[in-house]
């Protein structure tokens, strides 16, 4: 569903991402872990359009979109979360969905259109895929910050995506929210058939949840495989994982 092929990208004498190549598949879950600074904020900036490539192709349901904008890719079916959520806090949980699916159906030139009765059922469904319609109401100023992990969760499915970027979408939550957090946004994920990519830190989160994981350091692909093979894995051990 989602292929990057040879993609390396340059900031003055950085090399960030060198030849990098991997694929996620619909309905796979695909972790990509590496030590801060290894470029996988980078990466995930080439395959959702904020940073063009240097060399490299990037390939979403077979066809090719490389330097595509962001906005283009969403209506292709790429949806991508931010390592620090942005949401309209002094809208409430439900209007910021609403807000998006307007967005997504070209609807917000309508300004005559009231907010109150618009996608209002299309939003309480993906609050409730996200497990925050007792929330609805509530302004998403207010939230605890892993209900407003959950309502990203909620914005990033909107449109019905064929792939997900997360990153780091456990961040800052109490690690024992970070478990039902994974199990709600890959259940969302596969009930769409979507393909799911994120990055993460919490070694417990990948190594649960992935079906492959893949390692990035100093730009580059180090590993890919089982999270048992990666756990495994000497290079993985040395470069990231702190034995050997």
Partial sequence: MLEAIGLAKRFGGVEAVVDVSLHVAAGEVLALIG????GKTTLFNLLAGQVTPDRGRVHLAGQDVTGWTPRALAHHGLARSFQIPDVFRSMTVRENLQVALASHADRLWRFWSPLATTAVAEADCLLATAELGHLADQAAGVLAYGDVKRLELALALVGEPRVVLLDEPTAGTAPAERAGLMRTAIAAARARDAALLFTEHDMDVVFEH???VAVLDAGRIIASGT?????????VQRAYLGHG
């Fill in 227 to 235: 999270p048992e093979a990666i756990r495994a894995d000497p290079v």
């Fill in 210 to 212: 992935a079906d492959r």
């Fill in 35 to 38: 030590p801060n600074g290894a």
